[in-house]
Each structure stands twice: as C-alpha cells, then as structure tokens.
Nanobody, 127 residues
C-alpha cells in the first residue's frame, strides 16, 4: 500500500487547510486511518484517526479536538484532514498512515500499530 499526502502549505493563524492522503489501493472500512505530525527533534504524535469499521467514530488528540476533522472517501481511496482555526503550534510535517491489522477505539491513535506511511506534507502556521 502506498500513500501520498498533499495539501500542506503556509497559513496564517486562524486560517484553514485541508490535507489529503491518496491510497494506491482500495481502502475498505476495516483499514484504520491515522494522521500524525512531527516537528524537528520530537517524536511523531497522533493527531486524528478513524478506527476499523468505525461506524462514524473518530478520535482526536486533545490539542486539535474541535478544530480538526478527519474523514474518508472510500470511493476515491482518499482520506482527509480538515484543519480549521490553525495555530502556530500546529506547524509540523503531517503524515497519514494505515495498517492491515484492525484497530478499534482509541487504539488507532497509537503510532506503532501502523504499517504504511505517506511521505509527509509540511504545514507552517505563521503570521
């Protein structure tokens, strides 16, 4: 499975950006999806995820809850991360990921469970 993240760029505080992650193969609902982010010298942190067979459930890191929205379009083999009310501390390289093993509940926020990663897209929030 290959993933291609896009949509990053430069934004001002309060702006919105929408990231996309395209998959090389069909993504069925049993594939968990995660967005993570990383800044230099720090570990890759969870941002948001959709667990396997989600039935509409999504999970978010406390720092982005209420501002970011993760979604998937299986017909387009694409997942999205809508980022609103951006803050300077959201500046990072953002990565999408998936796994062949099912994940349920908040387990999908755990980085080391994922098998496949996109190349990352830079998001910079600055005035």
């Amino acid at each position: 499975v290959q993933l291609q993240a896009s949509g990053g760029g430069l934004a001002q505080p309060g702006d919105s950006l929408k990231l996309s992650c395209s998959f090389s193969t069909s993504i069925a609902d049993h594939y968990p999806i995660g967005w993570f982010r990383q800044t230099p010298g720090k570990e890759r942190d969870s941002v948001a995820c959709i667990p396997s067979s989600s039935r509409g459930y999504t999970y978010y890191a406390p720092s982005v809850k209420g501002r970011f929205t993760i979604s998937r379009d299986n017909a387009k083999n694409t997942v999205y991360l809508q980022m609103d009310s951006l803050k300077p501390e959201d500046t990072a390289v953002y990565y999408c990921a998936t796994a062949e093993t099912a994940m349920y509940g908040t387990t999908c926020l755990t980085r080391h469970h994922y098998d496949y990663w996109g190349q990352g897209t830079q998001v910079t929030v600055s005035s």
